[in-house]
């Protein structure tokens, strides 16, 4: 696995020895960054299940400001603190241990970008839709990205957000939703 552009392009990153994580594949976090590509540059973002961290390393290679990494786990979180010192980007990261509820609820600045990479779980995405509305953790013009399996069907709109996009490869499917009184196409 390997950051794909921006300041830290071709830098490899660690991954866990096992299957414990399941990383988003290159050709879905280039697809992803492709559809984003004019909305990274100085926002701010939540990479949660961040697992190794590529997706808010990506997202901080390409510009963005600050990336939040999250994650329960204590092997991943040593995986992203290892990925991040490797691209140098300490500066614009910060690391949170936790459950993603006690970390969506710890938060009190809204994000401009959230990631949902959980395991394939389709009440955990719910969960976390109902959480991001309730905290107010999506800035107006913001975006939530959920990917998730092929067979999981998301509605059209979310706790107040409303899906903007869908694509698939393969077996996955990235769905990115936004608030709906500010609704933008990407």
Known sequence: MR????EYKGR???TPKDN???PTTDKVKEALFSILTNDIWGRRVLDLFAGTGSLGLEALSRGASECVFADQS???LKIIR???EHCGAGDRAKVVQGDYR??????HKPFDIILLDPPYDKTMLG????LIAENSLLTDDGYIVAEHRREEQMPDEMAGF???KERRYGIVVLSIYGCAENIEVL
């Open 3 to 6: 950051i794909i552009a921006g």
């Open 12 to 14: 490899r990153l660690e």
């Open 20 to 22: 414990s994580v399941r």
């Open 74 to 76: 204590r092997d991943s």
């Open 82 to 84: 290892g990925n991040i």
């Open 102 to 107: 006690r970390v969506l609820m710890s938060q």
């Open 127 to 130: 969960d976390c839709f109902r």
């Open 162 to 164: 409303v899906k903007v």
